[in-house]
């Protein structure tokens, strides 16, 4: 069974390091997503998404944020908004689940779209408020207990915040 592992990174820099050594260890562009607030104070990028990497960091930097290259490597860097939570920058297989029926099937907020992948109700409050604080939410994907535990050797040696588990739910867009 397909499961999640999933931390918070108090910072950019923080998440860069995380997913530059998840990169390291093996783990794919498509199985890493990272979620953050656009701080970038520009509309330029609001509801565009982009599925290739050198694109997305382009995109990125273009709109006055610092997605480095590290995050730029992932898959479908875009921006969306969520009423209630106010502009998010997303990559990875997260993008197209807030982009699609898990948003729509909760009225729009980030605790129902979370909660809609199959992450816990009292984790999903918690994410969001650490999201809606300025940290960054880091998920992998993974399919063996070898990889859910050198994912969570990462995020701990990284000093990640809020390290658990959960089993995935499809979304079907």
Known sequence: MKKAV????????????????LKLAGFSNNDISVLFPDKSGTQDFAHE????APEGA????????SVGAILGWLAGIGSLAIPGVGPLIAAGPIMGAL????VGAAAG???GALIGMGIPEYEAKRYEGKIKGG?????VHTE?????DKAKDIF????????????ETTVKT
């Open 6 to 21: 999933y931390c918070i990174a108090q910072d950019m820099q923080q998440a860069e390091l995380i997913v530059d050594r």
């Open 49 to 52: 998404k982009h599925t290739k």
């Open 58 to 65: 382009t995109i990125g930097g273009g709109a006055g944020m």
């Open 99 to 102: 982009g699609g029926a898990a």
């Open 109 to 111: 907020s980030l605790t």
């Open 135 to 139: 940290n960054a939410l880091i998920s």
């Open 144 to 148: 063996s207990s070898e990889a859910r």
């Open 156 to 167: 701990e040696q990284a000093n990640a915040e809020d390290i658990s588990t959960s089993g």
